[in-house]
């Protein structure tokens, strides 16, 4: 395989010494300034840059920390007669030279020098082939993820209308609130899926409590079936992280909670932002035929337990909001609200009773 070495020198002697002493082996290119060089890399796929240091007006740095990004995998040499030291270890250092070599050189030297700059060369493209293709890899990976999430939100919707159209909306509170808290794409991503999908494999759990009362028929049978939900969504490889999410979402901020009876940090973050989201959402849209709160109701009542069921950081972000921060439609315009004291909050199944 022949590769392309582009060699760069404003002495005219120099330029024709090096074209030949390697045109036998190298598809040679040449250049008598750094901005003839840069015209012809737009041109050429060029593997091998030798440039000289030291020319008027485009140094040979400045040439290579130009083009460092049009051609990503050149392999650069630099030729220089001065031991300008700082320039070139901060050129080393930042990637920009693959090694540089003193003038006057010697001939045998500098082709072993280019030679195993080739390598380099066939070394720097491989690395970006496996690069690009586990990039693809991800890509797929996630889209994969996107419609496992969808298909199992669409059975939700299938199942219970309400409880679909209730996991959006928990999903864009949940947005809202780790955008407030800076994190990252990633975690937010997570954290949406978990929003869709919590409704499966959600069951009560009772206060942990040696006085507890015994599930019915019913709950046993609920539980069984959120198990067997959360199981599901725990064998799926890129939703397990997920599904810890969604079964650590009922802790209680102060380790009164279940399944675990976990406090505080102890609780993963996107679990706490789940739990306030969740519990917001079944106040000021509950369920018919159950009565909507009030934003500012509802977060009356969400603040009252900062710290016992929910994070104070997460509650003071929401309590920040007005209604028009929240996501389009979050909240109702019926006139007929009405203060809500706890033992009524409860027995309407609006938010988790574990706690009292």
């Known amino acids: 395989m022949s590769y392309k070495l582009l060699i760069v020198d404003d002495e005219l002697a120099n330029?024709?010494?090096?074209?030949?002493?390697?045109?036998?082996?190298?598809?040679?290119?040449?250049?008598?300034s750094g901005e003839e060089a840069v015209r012809l890399l737009e041109q050429h796929d060029v593997a091998i840059l030798l440039s000289d240091q030291r020319m008027p007006g485009m140094t040979g740095i400045d040439l290579l920390r130009h083009t460092a990004r049009l051609r990503p995998h050149m392999v650069r040499i630099l030729l220089t007669g001065y031991t300008d030291v700082e320039v070139l270890e901060e050129a080393i250092n930042s990637g920009l030279v693959y090694m540089y070599v003193t003038k006057p050189w010697n001939n045998e030297d500098l082709k072993l020098k280019v030679s195993r700059a080739c390598d380099h060369y066939e070394s720097n493209k491989k690395s970006s082939a496996l690069v690009t293709a586990n990039h693809r890899l991800l890509g797929r990976l996630q889209e994969i993820k996107l419609r496992v999430v969808a298909s199992l939100s669409e059975m939700l919707r299938v199942r219970d209308e309400y409880a679909h159209s209730h996991a959006v909306r928990v999903r864009d509170y949940s947005d809202m609130i780790a955008r407030k808290m800076d994190l990252s794409e990633a975690e937010i991503d997570e954290l949406s899926a978990a929003a869709m999908l919590h409704e499966l494999g959600d069951g009560n759990y009772p206060k942990a409590s040696p006085h507890a009362r015994a599930f019915s028929d019913s709950a046993m049978s609920a539980s069984a079936h959120a198990e067997t939900e959360r199981k599901l969504l725990a064998s799926i490889p890129d939703l397990a992280n997920v599904s810890d999410f969604i079964k650590f979402?009922?802790?209680?901020?102060?380790?009164?909670g279940a399944p675990s009876g976990l406090a505080a940090d102890q609780i993963p973050l996107l679990s706490r932002i789940l739990r306030v989201a969740v519990e917001y959402d079944l106040m000021v849209q509950p369920k018919p035929p159950a009565a909507s709160m009030r934003h500012e109701e509802a977060m009356r009542f969400l603040s009252q337990r900062s710290g016992k069921q929910f994070d104070p950081q997460i509650i003071a972000i929401m309590s920040q909001l007005s209604d028009d921060d929240l996501p389009q439609d979050s909240t109702t315009s019926d006139e007929s609200f009405s203060q809500f004291d706890e033992e009524t909050i409860v027995e309407s199944g609006q938010v988790d009773a574990m706690y009292y």
């Open 15 to 32: 330029l024709r010494l090096l074209e030949r002493l390697f045109s036998r082996d190298y598809e040679c290119l040449t250049a008598s």
């Open 249 to 256: 979402y009922r802790e209680n901020y102060d380790g009164s």
